[in-house]
């Protein structure tokens, strides 16, 4: 059964959910947690939501989150899968956040148990998969037509090239100034070894950079005239992507690997970047094998159903 195949109550109402979280604050933050974890259930008037939730960067400064979970059937199997807002009364978060990079996000857990949640105030991932979601008859903005899985898998890359950047432009200002004491001696920057490898990390970084920005621009302008996305961008977005992160975290292992023993030393930039690109790129949405897969498929002329495209 295809995810999301069988519509569950009746249809939201989005400006209702809209004026529940922004009514009174257009300035609202709300953190995420879109894996479907939790568990749905049909009540009169909507359902009851309970689970856990894991990496919801940014909890402790929003006041409503997006949480995922399956509505479970009468024979307790899933028979769609909903994203819902809730807001910080009706859910606790448990702070486990000690990892080794992007520490700074704080990504907690949130806990929820029985929570009420209104039927109009649901999202279908499938709907949304296919930019049919409810709240694009009273959203006539561009942002609002664009597909929400080229979106989140980009926004979840660029941290990672970000953080790669800056580690290859602090490798640069520091290596400049670096004398070897082993190896023959002399300065860093005269070793044709560490002028190939700034070149290789360099390109690496400027080609995921020009495919990410010409697929978003595309995008972009297809959804400001009005026009339909095709899947073959869609698909080439997120080959791009995900081969973006892939690349950021090559330019940034071959930087480490000819810093020295002083990138070892915590608090040094080119650690850090290090450490942040690694964490980043084990986010779901830089599965490399199963991103390219897909667009595989797509060149093959095969149907792909998948909601992070």
Not at 213 to 228: H, I, P, V
């Amino acid at each position: 059964m295809r995810a999301g195949s069988i519509p569950i109550g009746p249809r939201p109402v989005p400006r209702r959910a809209q004026d529940d979280v922004w009514g009174d604050d257009r300035d609202i933050r709300i953190s995420s947690s879109y894996a479907p974890v939790g568990r749905l259930t049909p009540v009169d008037g909507g359902y009851r939501l309970t689970g856990r939730w894991s990496f919801s960067s940014g909890c402790e400064h929003a006041t409503w989150a997006l949480l995922g979970a399956p509505v479970v059937g009468a024979k307790g199997r899933p028979v769609d899968f909903l994203t819902v807002p809730v807001p910080r009364s009706d859910y606790t978060i448990e702070n486990v956040w000690d990892v080794v990079g992007l520490r700074g996000t704080a990504s907690n857990d949130i806990l929820g148990e029985s929570v009420f949640v209104p039927a109009h105030r649901v999202l279908r991932n499938y709907e949304q998969a296919q930019l049919k979601g409810p709240g694009q008859q009273v959203d006539q903005g561009p942002l609002y037509r664009l597909p929400f899985g080229a979106i989140f898998t980009s926004a979840v890359t660029a941290p990672v090239i970000g953080a790669v950047s800056g580690g290859y432009e602090s490798y640069v200002s520091l290596m400049k100034e670096r004398v070897r004491l082993s190896l023959g001696g002399g300065r860093f920057t005269e070793d044709p070894f560490a002028q190939v490898a700034i070149a290789r990390a360099a390109s690496d970084i400027d080609a995921t950079v020009l495919q990410m920005d010409r697929n978003l621009r595309e995008l972009s302008e297809l959804a400001a005239a009005g026009r339909e996305i095709p899947m073959e961008l869609r698909l080439r977005t997120r080959r791009d992507q995900v081969r973006g992160t892939e690349r950021a975290v090559a330019a940034i292992d071959l930087l480490f690997k000819t810093a020295g023993g002083n990138a070892l030393r915590r608090g040094n930039p080119i650690e850090r970047a290090w450490r942040d690109a690694h964490a980043g790129s084990v986010h779901i949405a830089n599965d490399v094998e199963r991103a390219l897969a897909m667009y595989g498929r797509g060149a093959f002329g095969l149907t792909v159903e998948d909601n992070l495209v």
